[in-house]
């Protein structure tokens, strides 16, 4: 079965840098595009950032724009999103996700809050 387990959230003072993983199985990572999302307290979940299925194409979300890298290793079967710059609005739970197939999957999130 699909199974994406994120890590790396944490603790961080503004303007600090965290490294999220994603670990995929259960499905043929490289065939498909893996994109970020994010939930903050008493708010939607939100669009992050995405990936193509090669890494060649990412798209960002104007709000992390310039602060935030997705990228991807097709070999280690993970996703990876590079925060810099971090602000105490990025705190949220951050999910990776899949469309597999039709489906999407998510991932359980890890804690990502940033102090002021």
């Known amino acids: 079965q699909v199974q994406l387990i994120e890590s790396g959230g944490g603790l961080v003072q503004t303007g600090g840098s965290l490294r999220l993983s994603c670990a995929a199985s259960g499905f043929t990572f490289s065939n498909y595009a893996m994109g970020w999302f994010r939930q903050a307290p008493g708010k939607e979940r939100e669009f992050v950032a995405t990936?193509?299925?090669?890494?060649?194409?990412?798209y960002y979300a104007d709000s992390v724009k310039g602060r935030f890298t997705i990228s991807r290793d097709n070999a280690k079967n993970t996703v990876y999103l590079q925060m810099n710059s971090l602000k105490p609005e990025d705190t949220a739970l951050y999910y990776c996700?899949?469309?597999?197939?039709?489906?999407?999957?998510w991932g359980q999130g890890t804690q990502v809050t940033v102090s002021s």
């Open positions: 996700a899949a469309d597999v197939l039709g489906r999407k999957y």
């Open positions: 990936i193509s299925w090669s890494g060649g194409t990412t």
